[in-house]
């Protein structure tokens, strides 16, 4: 069991910048005593221990040895391994919730309160994906709780506090501000809250607090080259960990929403060619044969705007929301299709385990091979003849029909959106299947960039390329 997740430096230098102050943010407050009086009590210590068979724990020590006396008094008895964390109570009859890597594996939980008052409790259900975990106390005396507040209106700048366990002290209340939000560590649902609170190991699953006194998240990660805190702590939106808490109480289990669809990011590029101000949205990439889309009218290459009457921020945003949403309700999705907006509706559907809505994955990269210097050559890609020999070199998907592209420029601006194997089905979102086709749709075109709708691997690829 880990008793702290701690992201590395190296991994760091790709997922964090420097947060910008937010203007007008609030004075420092001239202190937070009547906060941690009020908010202590329901922050708890959390000690999980696991049960080792003989084979986990010490060895046996071998005949002759000096110290083979030990295995007498060791025998086959198991071992114990301890884990603590943090916790808080939400509900007056012990509700209690933590972080799943505090709990994992564990055979015993106990909950400490700060009054030195210590209770037994159940995993009521645990989340791996968002490492949320949900405990009830053994208890029929009423708990003092706290309560979820909305960690949409957090702003950058805005003081938090955190009351956890750090290394096993307990009662700890450390503060600092919100340094950035939407931030992400290789997650599928990650939308983390950034601040600079001091958070150290025994801290994971402890409450993040408003200066109203609400939880607006629960900490979960730090930055840290050392294990200890360096200023940059992560801890989960209080709007994800509700949807997530209420399911394990409910069901006891998590029950997200499904569409079944990859979605692709959209650039500055493809904003400019959609005339989108700014880029955001999500592209759809793929649609799966039974998923809840099949049969809904959205098509590959669709840009989707807004979901349910929200704005879809990113590719990243997208799984998330419809993963919020409640299953077997008909939602609308308002999109761009061939330039022209329409709104399509469709029913969410239960996200089976081991599959998820998600942005498009890469397909795997082929080597490109030498131009055949026929003139086929046009915005720094080089096209060749999809025949059966083809397909086989470059492992085309077997659905693909259009124009093979077999080299790219590497000064192009091509390069990095088009690879060797990419299949071009449709420019400006006419189908082509000649290399003539395509020269003609770019001569009508008038300049600017141009969009091509590629098949990569049986997914769908939409890049924005200048000529």
Do not use: C
């Amino acid at each position: 069991m880990q008793r702290f997740l701690v992201l590395t430096l190296s991994l760091a230098a790709a997922l964090f910048m420097t947060a910008i102050p937010a203007a007008g943010a609030h004075p420092a407050p001239d202190g937070f005593a009547d906060l941690a009086e009020r908010l202590s009590p329901a922050v708890v210590n959390i000690s999980a221990a696991q049960r080792l068979d003989s084979e986990d724990g010490l060895p046996e020590f071998p005949e002759g040895s000096p110290l083979e006396r030990f295995n007498d008094i060791f025998g086959n008895a198991p071992r114990i391994a301890n884990s603590l964390g943090s916790g808080f109570i939400i509900d007056a009859s012990g509700i209690v919730v933590t972080n799943n890597h505090v709990i994992d594996g564990a055979d015993e939980v106990e909950v400490s309160l700060p009054d030195g008052r210590v209770f037994r409790a159940e995993v009521v259900g645990i989340d791996s994906v968002t490492d949320l975990a949900v405990l009830r106390m053994e208890t029929d005396e009423p708990m003092p709780f706290v309560a979820f507040g909305d960690s949409d209106a957090a702003r950058v700048g805005d003081w938090v506090i955190a009351i956890g366990n750090p290394f096993g002290l307990g009662g700890t209340l450390t503060a600092g501000v919100v340094s950035a939000r939407g931030r992400e560590a290789g997650g599928r649902y990650d939308d983390y809250i950034q601040t600079d609170v001091a958070i150290n190991t025994g801290n994971s699953g402890g409450p993040l607090f408003n200066m109203d006194g609400d939880v607006v998240g629960v900490n979960t990660l730090i930055l840290s080259p050392t294990g200890a805190s360096v200023g940059i702590s992560l801890s989960i939106p209080s709007n994800l960990a509700r949807i997530v808490v209420d399911q394990l109480v409910e069901f006891g289990e998590t029950r997200r929403g499904w569409l079944g669809v990859s979605v692709q990011r959209v650039t500055a590029e493809l904003a400019e060619s959609f005339e989108l101000a700014t880029p955001y949205g999500a592209i759809v990439s793929r649609i799966e044969d039974d998923g809840p889309a099949a049969g809904s009218g959205l098509r590959t290459g669709d840009l989707v705007l807004e979901f349910d009457g929200r704005r879809v921020r990113d590719s990243r945003s997208f799984p998330r929301m419809v993963a919020e949403s409640e299953i077997g309700r008909e939602v609308e999705l308002d999109i761009i299709r061939r330039d022209r907006p329409m709104t399509i509706r469709i029913t969410i559907g239960e996200l089976s385990e081991g599959g998820a809505d998600g942005e498009t994955a890469n397909a795997a990269v082929v080597e490109p091979v030498p131009g055949n210097g026929n003139g086929n050559e046009i915005m720094g890609m080089t096209f060749g003849t999809l025949d059966t020999a083809s397909r086989r070199r470059f492992r085309v998907h077997p659905d693909a029909e259009g124009v093979l592209v077999t080299e790219v420029d590497a000064g192009s601006d091509a390069a990095g959106k088009v690879r060797p194997g990419d299949v071009i089905e449709e420019v400006e979102f006419t189908r082509v299947d000649s290399v003539a086709a395509i020269r003609e749709i770019i001569a009508r075109h008038g300049g600017g960039p141009v969009r091509f709708q590629i098949n990569r691997g049986g997914q769908y690829v939409l890049q924005s390329i200048r000529p």
